[in-house]
């Protein structure tokens, strides 16, 4: 008996002592030192002065927790020239965890120049959502370099509990002054079943209503383009495929290319 009830107190102390381990790789670990990130690098974007209407940034998606090919992404970009950001288009981690949101930024914050991180339908999960929040800020924001606007826009339904995305903010958002041009930026293509239920259509008709140069957007872990209704959509591939696109907008047409790593 007296084994037994010795047992029974060594584990008891063992998961004490084991306790901030645990802790780490709670779901519900949301304890996060880093906030407003993505305020911080558009503010620095935003001071940026253009010499001309043309500006080119790059754009990764899907690095979950592929960090060593992230890692290989950012050495790339920083022996680039001419790169004034990046922006990640969602799906930073696999489950939502506050370590896997945290091994992210310290590899992405590497980067020699600001980057923006969109939310996807995995960084949700667990307790994501409220980690994003205050880690990055608001799901859905945008922001304005020269001529051009940069429309950032959450539209994960499933993992969301099934709310329909913010469509009026889309539009308010996309309604640029005359003379501007939006770039729209999302985690979930259109023929994702998660935007059954006409918000395919929805979103879509926002876009082609409005001045949008490009839409681009991961989640289908490849690369294709296609152009509808004289409206582009580019699809960036997950970073396991070693791909990354440079995308460049002059005289508000997008140009595209897709870069080796």
Same mark, same amino acid.
């Given at each position: 008996?007296?084994?037994?009830?010795?047992?029974?107190?060594?584990?008891?102390?063992?998961?004490?002592?084991?306790?901030?381990?645990?802790?780490?790789?709670?779901? #519900?670990? *949301?304890?996060?030192?880093?906030?407003?990130?993505?305020?911080?690098?558009?503010?620095?974007?935003?001071?940026?002065?253009?010499?001309?209407?043309?500006?080119?940034?790059? *754009?990764?998606?899907?690095?979950?927790t592929k960090y060593s090919d992230?890692?290989?992404?950012?050495?790339?970009?920083?022996?680039?020239?001419?790169?004034? $950001?990046?922006i990640v288009c969602g799906d930073i981690t696999d489950w939502g965890l506050f370590n896997e949101f945290d091994d992210y930024y310290h590899l992405i914050s590497r980067l020699n120049i600001p980057f923006v991180t969109l939310i996807g339908n995995h960084d949700y999960l667990s307790n994501g959502k409220l980690i994003f929040n205050k880690m990055f800020g608001p799901t859905n924001f945008y922001f304005d370099i020269g001529n051009y606007r940069m429309a950032v826009f959450d539209n994960v339904v499933w993992e969301n509990g099934n709310q329909e995305p913010d469509f009026n903010w889309f539009q308010q958002t996309l309604n640029v002054p005359e003379g501007m041009t939006s770039v729209a930026c999302y985690h979930i293509h259109? $023929?994702?079943?998660?935007?059954?239920?006409? #918000? *395919?259509?929805?979103?879509?008709?926002?876009?082609?209503?409005?001045?949008?140069?490009?839409?681009? $957007?991961?989640?289908?872990?490849? #690369?294709?383009?296609?152009?509808?209704n004289n409206r582009r959509y580019l699809m960036v591939p997950d970073i396991t495929m070693r791909n990354m696109a440079k995308i460049t907008l002059a005289n508000k047409t997008a140009t595209v290319q897709i870069l080796n790593f």
């Open positions: 008996m007296k084994t037994i009830w010795y047992g029974l107190i060594a584990m008891v102390l063992l998961t004490i002592c084991s306790c901030d381990k645990l802790t780490q790789y709670s779901p #519900y670990d *949301a304890n996060t030192e880093q906030s407003n990130v993505n305020a911080l690098n558009i503010s620095e974007i935003e001071s940026l002065q253009l010499p001309d209407d043309t500006i080119t940034f790059i *754009a990764l998606s899907d690095t979950h992230l890692r290989a992404a950012v050495t790339t970009i920083n022996e680039m020239e001419g790169i004034p $950001f990046v259109r $023929f994702d079943p998660q935007l059954e239920n006409g #918000y *395919a259509d929805k979103m879509l008709g926002i876009i082609e209503k409005n001045p949008v140069s490009l839409s681009i $957007f991961g989640h289908g872990h490849d #690369y294709w383009e296609e152009e509808v």
